[in-house]
């Protein structure tokens, strides 16, 4: 990342201040029904089968175990459709609140958005969570032409006329999945409110599903993004695993001092044990999850504290001592010249006080500036070579073929160059004014001193200070170890899941990944 920032100017949404409207997050946590406990218990046995070898893997997986998780936390009837429609489901919730919406904002016919990415629309008479929040908005009233699904509009000309109607308030309630109504939806013109019944697995999804609505063209002053949570499921540790990381990802692309290293921030893992765990609705897992973040933010800031201290103490033992000790050196050398301009000053008739050219005296200035001008003519090389003296200076003439121009190098106890023109007068009065000027660069470099001087002393002081959050980040590390010894979380052994495909979603090719040394 610092080798980026040499080439990229990285701006993200909230460092721009786009004119969107403001957000209001509504997260709504629903109690599980007894058969979603009883089959989340199930989940967990069937991990330990699993983690035990006793199961052969085309038989049952990870990946199977997470993606029932998935569906299990969406809604019961995901694993048997004759289950019973609990009254207190998060699908129930979500049509709750979807429908008093609609209804709040009919006279200005504002439109929602729910995005689901499991249970997506199949053929006639199989369930769907899709068919079933649709008839029951129906059955509350709302017009069926005001329901659509992304999936009916199966062409690129069907999704733009979609798109105009959701735009004009003829479409009220669009439902999709991320991939099929995320990036390239334009529809964000009235949306009040946008719903997201399931989780994904990468954060880069929350942020399409988002961006739908919290957008530059967008009407409203003020949306409303809510999220349902089915507690004691995947769920909940889906979510803060997921937030969890696009803060990471956030941090990585803006921090001053990045972390060292990330784990992947594109698909979320579930280890054996903390599926265990999860099965059994331990809080110790919410702990854990939010002591993760806290942790990882603590140890940033000590990051910086660090790479400050570190800083400091370089410029304490080699950069201050050595610039100081360079800039008295100058100091000392504009004095002495100083002192020999004052010798030899500049008469205030304006009278020429002669100079001498490759050892001859000239008491005109138009002559000793034409006799500068012949030397520069007679160089056959660009290196310096004596010129003569003028006002007690050495002066040696030189060719800076980076410039491309003559240069006369104004030498006493320090050396000052003066680029020369075609004008012989005008040469000298460049001299003049380079040597008038060494009173003020000695002024220049007593500032930098004195400034350098109390940078050093402030230097000293901070570099003592200690990290001011030490001891609570030891405090949460140390409960953080406590946890992971009582969930039993050791990376090295368990082994982790990534993200399942969604339905619809094409099955990635497996890569191989590599892991920091």
């Known amino acids: 990342m610092a080798m980026f920032k040499q080439v990229a100017d990285i701006k993200t949404a909230d460092m721009l201040d786009l004119p969107v409207p403001e957000v209001e997050y509504h997260n709504i946590a629903v109690k599980p029904s007894q058969v979603q406990k009883e089959m989340v218990a199930s989940l967990g046995e069937r991990a330990e089968k699993i983690r035990g070898g006793n199961v052969d893997s085309s038989v049952d997986n990870m990946l199977k175990v997470t993606n029932d998780g998935r569906k299990l936390a969406l809604d019961q009837r995901m694993m048997n459709p004759m289950l019973p429609d609990e009254e207190g489901s998060k699908v129930n919730a979500c049509v709750n609140e979807v429908f008093r919406i609609w209804e709040e904002n009919s006279d200005k016919r504002l439109t929602q958005l729910l995005f689901c990415d499991l249970s997506t629309p199949k053929g006639a008479g199989e369930f769907s969570v899709y068919t079933d929040i649709r008839q029951k908005l129906i059955e509350r009233g709302i017009p069926e032409s005001e329901i659509k699904f992304i999936h009916e509009a199966d062409t690129e000309t069907k999704k733009q006329e979609l798109f105009k109607k959701v735009r004009r308030g003829e479409v009220r309630i669009l439902m999709g999945s991320t991939q099929k109504m995320g990036a390239g939806t334009n529809v964000q013109n009235k949306i009040i409110a946008s719903h997201d019944l399931d989780c994904p697995w990468r954060p880069a999804d929350l942020e399409q599903r988002a961006g739908r609505t919290v957008r530059q063209g967008n009407e409203n002053p003020k949306v409303g993004l809510y999220r349902y949570v089915t507690e004691g499921t995947f769920d909940a540790y889906c979510w803060q695993l997921v937030e969890g990381k696009q803060k990471f990802a956030s941090q990585i692309m803006t921090s001053k001092s990045p972390v060292r290293s990330c784990e992947d921030v594109d698909a979320t893992a579930l280890s054996y044990a903390e599926i265990k765990m999860l099965a059994a609705d331990n809080p110790h897992i919410k702990e854990k999850m939010d002591l993760d973040i806290q942790v990882q933010k603590l140890r940033l800031l000590k990051s910086n504290y660090l790479s400050e201290k570190y800083e400091l103490e370089d410029k304490i033992i080699k950069y201050y001592p050595t610039t100081i000790a360079r800039i ?190």
């Open 328 to 517: 008295k050196e100058t100091i000392a050398g504009l004095e002495k010249d100083r002192s020999l301009a004052k010798e030899h000053p500049k008469p205030l008739d304006d009278t020429f006080v002669g100079i001498e050219v490759k050892g001859v005296s000239y008491s005109e200035k138009a002559e000793g500036g034409q006799k500068i001008i012949d030397a520069c003519k007679e160089m056959t090389s660009p290196d310096p070579v004596p010129l003569g003296k003028y006002r007690g200076f050495d002066l040696e003439l030189s060719f800076d073929t980076f410039e491309k121009a003559y240069q006369v190098k104004i030498k006493g106890s320090l050396s000052r160059s003066v680029s020369l023109g075609t004008d012989a007068v005008g040469n000298i009065t460049r001299i003049d004014n380079a040597i008038e000027k060494i009173p003020e660069r000695l002024e220049a470099k007593s500032r930098e001193l004195s400034t350098l001087e109390q940078q050093f002393a402030t230097a000293k002081a901070e570099v003592e200070k200690p990290f001011d959050k030490e001891e609570e980040l030891t405090e949460k590390t140390n409960r953080l170890n406590v946890l992971n010894g009582l969930l039993n979380v050791d990376k090295r052994e368990n082994e982790l899941v990534d993200g399942a495909p969604d339905e619809g979603d094409s099955v990635p090719v497996s890569k191989e990944r590599a892991y920091e040394r």
